[in-house]
């Protein structure tokens, strides 16, 4: 049935006696990172959902989602996907990090089911079906756009006993004829109406709750609308779903969000690449107000916020803020190089307005971080640090990412004009730039450290509080504290603790490295001892005298206010529930200054009184951190808040 035939008496598994349906098919989605918890197949649910409620396919075809974590075997994916009857249809949701496994688990079903289907999809490999077809000839068809009808009538073909190798009535893909000729088929339209796309909540094509009866992702993914008005050279965003936006209805993320919100689901993230900037935004906020009024959830809603911020940003954050809603506020500037910018396509806020932007949140207590993107063409390694240390001035968490180089970007493009040396990773697809015109071979690896560096503790917050002291009282930067970080750990090397925490790698290259080190750090409380060690040596010597000891003290209330790792050093704490989620609490924790007054008085640039006038806190840690360590916008929740400052007399 759908192309060339084979005996199914010869394959392991029996046939079944009765079949309701004609057809099944099986997506395969994996997220990125290892996380406790799942990502939510948002994608492959939008597939399921368009298929089941097809009035011709939806009858004769049973599709069903297979989910991992990112950091699942290759040997359980396929243990998994192979001990039942293999589908009619295997389709995979690609990405840079799992193309190579998703390629091998091709080759497992093709030796199974010869006369099954492999689909690909995703934006790693849309558009790229030679490479794909060449690398992967287990591979059938390559997806190059918007996926939910385009699945659809791949199936619809399959049903019509189709030849594989034949599919030009289908838009939107990619196939090889019988002479292994590669087409491309039109493109397919653009989904003007998106609510004709059924909702994969609202269907059940994503159940809300496992076997146990609990969420069983670490979010909820959703999304508003589709394009991006922009088109950045790094990026495929605007290129994969358009430039034009397009919106899901209010009526549809009402009923979405009255789920969530019915199931106690923390945390919402859209999958947006601009929120804020329209008023159908500021409309959805009011909605998930009044989600969160009717059940006390969603708590928090993190997404991709608009580059350019309006008066509807900020009426946004405002409305937030009043509900008591969390959120990681984006300055997505990437660059503060002006010849970088030219070459990435994009335009930043001016420095005032982003200066601005930074202090107005920060007034708020609000929390922000900001981007920025390391090996782009025209920065060089001295524009970068200064850039990075003019912005953390505002803001201290910088989320400083490697340059990649996506598939169908300008940069992949015009990669001779920009002099790029890349190299693919060892164990994901994504190409990796090792040097470009304005950067060598050598300044990349010593900035790969120091991303390394960077992004453990400045973006992850292992350090969350020391940054603003050192620079106002020590006159260091926070790009100078961590390169003495890189600097000192290198030279160290030979400490078996340092050994144990670095592994084998020394080229920082595998972002694997980040998670794995960070798991460590919150895993042993030993490794701060090796962290005092270089504060001693490396900072407190680079210190004015009459600032050291509360340098010191600014120093261990980062150590005490850290996030608490599966109940780690919180084995006495109180668990106390506090805005309807559980929270270690502990009382009666000394410090010679009243911290949170000091450091909201340095970050004001006021003076600060250097004689000890003792204090006794009462902090407050979420529990769970343990789930979301891998990512650092949820992640923030779990720092410790004071509750309490009482003055000891």
Request: proline share 5%; net charge negative.
């Amino acid at each position: 049935m759908g192309g060339n035939t084979v005996s199914r008496s010869a394959l392991p598994w029996p046939r079944p006696r009765s079949r309701a349906k004609r057809g099944r098919a099986l997506i395969v989605q994996q997220g990125a990172w290892d996380m406790p918890k799942e990502s939510m197949p948002l994608a492959a649910g939008y597939l399921k959902a368009a298929v089941a409620a097809d009035p011709v396919v939806g009858p004769e075809f049973t599709v069903e989602i297979q989910n991992f974590r990112g950091g699942e075997s290759l040997g359980a994916m396929a243990r998994a996907i192979f001990s039942d009857n293999p589908p009619d249809v295997l389709a995979f949701s690609v990405f840079g990090w799992n193309f190579n496994q998703f390629g091998a688990l091709a080759e497992t079903y093709r030796s199974v089911r010869p006369d099954g289907w492999v689909v690909f999809g995703g934006t790693h490999v849309a558009h790229q079906a030679e490479r794909v077809f060449r690398k992967f000839p287990q591979v059938d068809v390559v997806a190059n756009g918007e996926g939910e009808y385009t699945f659809r009538d791949l199936l619809l073909a399959f049903l019509e006993d189709g030849s594989v190798c034949d599919l030009a009535g289908v838009p939107g893909i990619s196939y090889r004829d019988e002479e292994g000729t590669v087409h491309t088929t039109a493109e397919a339209p653009k989904i003007e109406n998106l609510d004709t796309i059924p909702s994969p909540f609202l269907t059940g094509a994503i159940p809300l709750l496992d076997h146990r009866g609990q969420f069983p992702y670490d979010v909820a993914l959703m999304e508003t609308n589709r394009g991006c008005p922009y088109k950045c050279s790094f990026c495929y965003w605007g290129g994969a779903v358009g430039q034009k936006m397009r919106d899901f209805s209010r009526e549809r993320l009402r009923a979405e969000l009255d789920m969530f919100g019915y199931h106690q689901i923390p945390t919402v993230v859209l999958c947006d690449s601009n929120f804020g900037m329209r008023q159908s935004d500021a409309e959805f906020v009011e909605d998930l107000v009044k989600t969160r009024e009717k059940y006390g959830f969603p708590q928090s809603l993190e997404t991709s916020w608009a580059k350019n911020k309006s008066k509807t940003f900020h009426n946004i954050v405002r409305r937030m803020k009043e509900q008591g809603f969390q959120s990681s506020f984006t300055v997505a500037l990437q660059t503060l190089d002006d010849t970088a910018l030219r070459d990435m396509g994009r335009r930043n806020m001016r420095l005032n307005e982003w200066e601005d932007l930074a202090a107005w949140l920060a007034a708020e207590g609000l929390d922000a971080y900001a981007e920025l993107i390391w090996g782009a063409p025209g920065e060089t390694v001295e524009s970068f640090l200064t850039g990075y240390d003019r912005l953390s001035k505002h803001v201290s968490r910088i989320a400083v990412y490697p340059l990649l180089l996506l598939p169908n970007t300008s940069y992949v493009e015009n990669r001779e004009e920009h002099g790029f040396l890349t190299v693919r990773g060892d164990s994901d697809d994504f190409e990796y730039v090792l040097a470009n015109r304005t950067v060598t071979v050598a300044e990349n690896v010593m900035m790969q450290r120091f991303m390394f560096w960077a992004r453990m503790m400045s973006e992850n917050m292992y350090f969350r509080h020391i940054w603003a002291p050192l620079r106002e009282l020590a006159g260091l930067t926070q790009s100078t504290v961590l390169l003495s970080l890189s600097d000192w750990f290198q030279d160290d090397s030979s400490d078996p603790a340092i050994a144990e925490l670095m592994g084998d790698r020394r080229e920082f290259t595998d972002s694997g490295l980040v998670v794995e080190s960070l798991h460590k750090l919150y895993a042993e409380p030993r490794f701060e001892q090796v962290f005092q060690r270089w504060w001693d040596e490396a900072i407190i010597p680079k210190v004015p005298e009459q600032y050291r000891h509360l340098l010191d003290e600014v120093f261990r209330y980062d150590n005490v206010t850290r996030p608490v790792y599966a109940g780690i050093g919180a084995e006495n704490a109180e668990v106390r529930t506090i805005d309807s989620l559980p929270h270690y609490v502990r009382s009666a924790i000394r410090f010679d200054y009243a911290m949170p007054r000091v450091l909201e008085a340095i970050r004001a640039g006021e003076p600060v009184d250097t004689e000890p006038a003792p204090v006794e806190l009462t902090l407050a840690h979420r529990v769970g951190f343990e789930e979301y360590l891998d990512n650092h916008e949820l992640a923030t929740y779990y720092s410790a808040r004071c509750l309490a400052i009482q003055e000891l007399t």
